[in-house]
């Protein structure tokens, strides 16, 4: 028997029984994703054009490669969470469930990885 | 006894007006940002992939499917974006009033044009060209 009183058990669980890390990590994404992607509009909008060698020599700025690559993986987790959501509140077999919440995950994960890396390639590798 | 199923999320009996079309907005307009991020992360790796490749991604980007789709994106983001910042204003425990929650609504609507008017004759018009 667990010596934890039902309070104690239920202190930072909502009414979904998990805590709310989901809840904050869902705000917190939010928050940044509103300055990191009014950042990405008014830098991307601000240089002349969007041609291979423009668009090269803003990303291998450091001022833009950091902001770059905290929106992508900030994107990629707001995303993950938001469709986990839909995916909980809409698929309700249990096999499909998880098949897609992994699904979610394991491509969010790759994704952003693939992302990241192709900045840290223009960023540090010369393409240019 | 027999125990009645229980209620599943979304538990739709609800009647329809503004508030429940603007939340399944923002979950639309989310579903439409996440494949709109797909877009960005190929833009991104088709620069990482050199001249060659990013020319092909200009030529598709140009398209007038994928065209439509960037302008959707647009338009989703700059709801997402707006009603997202209302969310947020609610978390903090403001505007929770129905007669503010229903002033907001109206603002985040017209903010959502705008928005989208204004980052899109830019893209459109400021300097010639999409990409």
Not at chain 2, 88 to 115: C, H, K, P, Y
Request: with cysteine; glycine share 8%.
């Amino acid at each position: 028997m667990s010596l934890n009183g039902a309070v104690g058990r239920g202190s930072d669980k909502g009414s979904a029984k998990h805590g709310v890390d989901h809840w904050w990590a869902q705000r917190a994404t939010a928050v940044a994703l509103v300055l990191l992607s009014v950042w990405f509009v008014v830098s991307l909008l601000s240089i002349p054009t969007i041609n291979f060698a423009a668009v090269t020599a803003w990303m291998s700025r450091g001022w833009n490669t950091v902001p770059l690559v905290a929106l992508i993986l900030v994107a990629a987790q707001h995303s993950y969470l938001g469709l986990r959501v839909v995916v909980e509140d809409y698929v309700h077999d249990p096999g499909r469930r998880i098949a897609l919440l992994l699904l979610l995950r394991f491509a969010h994960t790759l994704i952003a990885a693939a992302a990241v890396i192709a900045v840290f390639e223009v960023a540090f590798g010369g393409v240019a | 006894m027999l125990e009645r199923p229980r209620p599943l999320s979304p538990f739709l009996h609800y009647r329809w007006q503004y508030t429940n079309t603007l939340s399944i907005a923002h979950r639309v307009t989310g579903i439409i940002l996440s494949l709109g991020f797909l877009l960005l992360v190929y833009w991104v790796i088709a620069i990482a992939g050199g001249p060659a490749a990013y020319a092909r991604a200009e030529i598709l980007f140009a398209r007038p499917l994928v065209e439509g789709l960037l302008a959707l994106a647009l338009v989703a983001f700059a709801y997402h974006f707006c009603n997202g910042i209302r969310h947020l204003v609610w978390d903090a425990g403001f505007g929770l009033e129905r007669r503010e929650a229903r002033r907001s609504a109206w603002l985040v609507v017209l903010a959502t044009i705008l928005l989208s008017v204004i980052v899109g004759s830019i893209v459109l018009f400021g300097r010639g060209g999409v990409s």
